[in-house]
Structures are given as C-alpha cells and as structure tokens.
C-alpha cells in the first residue's frame, strides 16, 4: 500500500473550489457545502426490513456582514450531516480515509474518520458539535482525503510488470 500524493489525488476529485489552496503534498482539503439537521427517530435493525434512517432538514445559513460573499451556520451541540461540494471516483486499487480538519477539532467539533472505496459524487459525513456552539462558512475547509493505492496497478498486473510473477528465463518448471 501508498500513499498517492496530492496532485494524483485531485485527479479523482471533483466539486474543487480552489485547487491552489486545497492541494497539499499527500491531502486534498475538502470543503463545506450543506449541513443538515437530523430528526432523531431513525432506527436500525439485524435484517434491515426496520430501517429507517434519520430525516434530514437543511440548516438555514446566515449572512454576518453584508459585504460577506457566503453565509454561515451557527450549530449548537448535537449531530448534524455535513455534504461536502467534492464528490470521488476512486480506482479498483485504491482506497480513501476523510479525516477532520485540525481547526474544526479546535472549535470543539469532529467527525470520525472515514474510508471510502469506488465511486461517490456526493460525500458527506457525520459531524458532531461537542461544544455548546460552533459557527461554519459556506466553502470553508473542514475536511481532508487522503488516497492510499494498494497492490499493483491494473495495467501492470495484467501485463505482468510491476509486482506481477514471471518465470525465470530458461528454467523448466516441474509439474
């Protein structure tokens, strides 16, 4: 397994804002796009015939100053779904782990860590608001990615380059 770097990884993302600002040397930061309320009567069961998941609301956004270009939501403690605006198409060999932002930690806010295979347009997570309140911009970055490929890539095994077994010259095997 390896990590892909930063670079690579854009590659497999779409929705950026700001691919400057987004792209570091092994993480591609993620970015807030909705954050919804959940009501809490879901329900899980063994089979599945009771599911039911949580009905989500949209949290309204504010805008603090008239010149401000986004809005924020103000979160009170509890659980909320945040939608990120970058959606991942992974490789058969690869695999993701969205992680939080250090400063969303630092504001008393979290979701765990998450990994990911194939293809999603939409991500999105659980975030959990510790603290009595936080405040998040529209866009702002609160997430990152990180894509780990493993074992050797599809052209290669099949070509029998890379990692792929080859029979040594001139030897006869034994059957």
Known sequence: ??????REAVTRLTGLISPKFQV??????LTAKQIYGLDPNGQVDFGGSEYFA?????VASLRRDKEDKYEWWALDRGC?????????????????IIEPDDRLLRCGAMHAMTFLRGQGERMETLLVVGTMSVQIKQNARVSRVRVFRFGPPPAAAATGGAGGKKKAAGKKTRR
């Open 1 to 6: 397994m390896e990590p892909v770097t930063g």
């Open 54 to 58: 949580s009905a989500r609301v949209p």
């Open 24 to 29: 570091h040397g092994y993480a591609v930061d």
């Open 80 to 96: 909320y779904v945040l939608e990120f605006n970058e959606g991942l198409r992974l490789a058969e060999n690869e695999f993701a």
